[in-house]
């Protein structure tokens, strides 16, 4: 009996360490990617993981040239009171900075600037630029992780798990049916436990039965219900072009690019001519450096060296974002210039991304809730919309104060014929 309790205890601390071992190695490398996110997310904007300048100077082997990592750790968290406390190295950073404070990151926990100093001091190896030359070179695209591995997976480690428990069971049982003198009991195969645990539990058997059975009708109909549409689109462009650099950080009206956005049924695709107005004089980005406006040069013909047009021009590709079916009608004269609607609405903030993403939906639905709720002024410089108003006004001012307002779908905006042929 001792050496089958033994056995027993030998299994379950198998077990147990397994599951120890399984935690430990799942968390262990979080700490370099959550480094990578914090950085992306509080300290790229104003620095690089390299030499290079940005806003502030390039993090590259600031390990060094800082007393400590607790020092950085302070610095990066409150700067303002490391300069209060009179520190030498500090004062001598914002004399360098010519006086311009870094932001303050009071929020950060002790194991997120733990996590961000590795980071620093850790970058990842610089990938080589691909060659500017060529305008059907592509667009660096950032890895993802691949959610169909994840899933496996994760499978396999439920698989694993559930055995172990199961032979665990198994187990237990047997020192338990030692115990009060009965006969060890022989290990069922997987299939077959679960056909005596099946005729055991009917009533849960039909309920998982139709679990299963509406969980699969209501994949298959939101699966349906998805096709075309394509919100989160984000698809990776011949030219890194960077909607935050240029609308954002820079401030550019989106119409000076998208000039016909105002007069036409189409924002229009700028043309190269429209980006060299301002790269004639700028050859160097912030995050890409040369490599991406030479391949707008490369695009228009331009030599940087001689400052004229000597090569042959060519079509950039760029991949279209946002696509609505061709039975749709839309016209962004419509909604920008009559509507007074912003490209937000449509498009999302677009002065915060790197690559233009599709923000919305673009579904029907999506359309009609929008004319249901958006409110049309009075547009006193249009006098048929400013007559059509007054008599809608006078219509509906016997309902409730919520209804009176005249929305675009009063103004027959959510007819069949107005979006479709």
Wanted: hydrophobic letters at 40%; proline letters at 5%; a positive charge.
């Amino acid at each position: 009996m001792d050496t089958t309790n033994n056995k027993q205890r030998k299994q379950i601390s198998a077990v147990f360490s397994f599951l120890f071992l399984s935690i430990i190695f799942s968390i262990q490398p979080l700490s370099a990617q959550d480094g990578a996110k914090l950085f992306k997310q509080n300290c790229a904007v104003c620095h690089t993981i390299t030499s290079q300048k940005l806003v502030g100077p390039g993090l590259a082997g600031v390990a060094a040239r800082v007393p400590n990592d607790a020092w950085l750790m302070k610095w990066i968290k409150n700067n303002q009171e490391v300069l209060k406390s009179g520190d030498a190295y500090a004062k001598k950073i914002l004399a360098e900075s010519n006086g311009m404070q870094m932001t303050v990151f009071a929020d950060l926990k002790d194991e997120e600037l733990k996590a961000l100093v590795t980071y620093i001091k850790n970058p990842p190896k610089e990938v080589a630029p691909m060659p500017a030359a060529g305008a059907g070179a592509a667009a660096p695209v950032e890895k993802t992780v691949n959610p169909l591995a994840i899933l496996l997976g994760v499978i396999a480690f439920l698989v694993i798990l559930v055995a172990i428990l199961r032979g665990l069971s198994h187990s237990l049982k047997n020192i338990k049916r030692e115990k009060e003198g009965l006969p060890e009991q022989a290990k069922l195969t997987a299939w077959a436990e679960l056909k005596v645990w099946m005729g055991n539990h009917k009533r849960t058997m039909v309920l998982i039965i139709l679990y299963i059975v509406g969980g699969f009708l209501a994949a298959s109909w939101d699966g349906m219900m998805g096709i075309g549409v394509y919100q989160g689109y984000n698809p990776s462009q011949p030219i890194a072009f960077s909607h935050k650099i240029h609308a954002g950080d820079n401030a550019i009206n989106c119409q000076y690019c998208h000039s016909g956005v105002e007069r036409s049924k189409t924002a229009g695709i700028p043309a190269v001519n429209v980006c060299m107005n301002c790269h004639k004089g700028i050859s160097k980005g912030p995050i890409t450096g040369t490599t991406e406006i030479a391949k707008i040069y490369d695009a228009a013909g331009w030599d940087p060296e001689k400052g004229a047009y000597t090569k042959p021009q060519k079509p950039i590709k760029w991949v279209k974002v946002h696509n609505l079916q061709d039975f749709v009608f839309f016209s962004h004269q419509q909604h920008v210039k009559v509507g007074k609607q912003d490209c937000a609405t449509c498009h999302g903030d677009l002065t915060k991304m790197t690559t233009a993403t599709q923000m919305q939906p673009l579904t029907m639905k999506w359309c009609v809730d929008c004319h249901r709720k958006t409110e049309v002024p009075g547009m006193k410089d249009n006098p048929y919309y400013e007559s059509l108003h007054k008599k809608l006004s006078e219509k509906f001012k016997n309902l409730p104060k919520d209804e009176q307002v005249i929305t675009v779908a009063k103004m027959g905006g959510i007819e069949c014929g107005k979006c479709h042929y």
